[in-house]
C-alpha cells in the first residue's frame, strides 16, 4: 500500500507531525505507522526486525519518503536515543512518540510455580524499561516543557504495552 490513500486531506489528524513508533515492524505498530502515513505524519519505525522493517517503509512510501525504518532495541538507552535523533535529523523534530515494542513470556502456563524468572525479567525489559527509555529520549531537549506548546499537541508519549506473562 502507498502513502497516498483514500483519505481525504480534512481527514486527515497527523498532517506536519513526526511520530516515532517502537516495535512498528508489525503487529499493531506496522497497523499505527500505515494509518498514522495515511493521516498525514512522517513516520519513523523502530525495530529488532530489520528486513520486515525495511520491506515496510519500502511498501508505504511513494515519493514522499513517509515513513523510514532504524534498527532499534526497545531496551538499548544508545539504541533509543539513536531512533530519535534519527528522527530529529530526518524531520527537524518529533511530535508523537508510541512506545509500542512489547513481548509476552516465553512460557504460557499461567502458575506462578511455573514462572521462569528470565523470562519475566525479559519481559519487563522490554516492556517496561523499553517504554521509559522511550518516554526520556522523547523529552530529550523538551525540558523544561514549555507551556506554551501545552495546546498544540507538541510532544505526546504514548506506552502501550502491558506486562503480561500469558
Ligand atoms: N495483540 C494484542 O492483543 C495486545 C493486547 C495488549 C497489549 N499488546 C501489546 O501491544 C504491543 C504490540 O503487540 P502486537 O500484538 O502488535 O505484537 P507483535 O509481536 O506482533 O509486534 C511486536 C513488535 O515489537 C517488536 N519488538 C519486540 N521486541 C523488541 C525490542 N526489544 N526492540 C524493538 N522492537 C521489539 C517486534 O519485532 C514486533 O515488530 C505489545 O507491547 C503487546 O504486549 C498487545
Redesign the pocket.
Known amino acids: 500500500m502507498k502513502g497516498s490513500s483514500l483519505i481525504t486531506p480534512i481527514a486527515k489528524r497527523l498532517e506536519g507531525k513526526v511520530a516515532l513508533i ?9 497497523s499505527s505507522a500505515r494509518l498514522f502515513v495515511q493521516h498525514g505524519a512522517k513516520v519513523v519505525v ?4 530489520d528486513d ?1 522493517g525495511l520491506s515496510l517503509s519500502k511498501d508505504i512510501n511513494g515519493s514522499n519518503e513517509a515513513i523510514s525504518f532504524v534498527h ?4 538499548s538507552d544508545s539504541d533509543v536515543q539513536n531512533a530519535v535523533d534519527t528522527a530529529v535529523s530526518k524531520h527537524g523534530k518529533l511530535d508523537i512518540m508510541f512506545s ?5 513470556a516465553g512460557n504460557l502456563n499461567p502458575s506462578i510455580s511455573a514462572v521462569d524468572h528470565e523470562d519475566f525479567k525479559r519481559v519487563f525489559d ?2 517496561v524499561h ?1 517504554a521509559l527509555l522511550a518516554a526520556k529520549h522523547a523529552a530529550r531537549g523538551h525540558w523544561p516543557f514549555p507551556r506554551d506548546k501545552l495546546s498544540q499537541g507538541y510532544a505526546y508519549i504514548l506506552t ?3 506486562t ?1 506473562t500469558s
Request: include cysteine.
Open positions: 517502537t516495535g512498528g515492524a508489525s503487529g499493531i505498530g506496522e523502530a525495530d529488532i526486525q520486515l532499534c532495541d526497545a531496551t509500542n515494542a512489547g513481548i509476552t522490554v516492556n523499553g502501550h504495552p502491558g503480561e
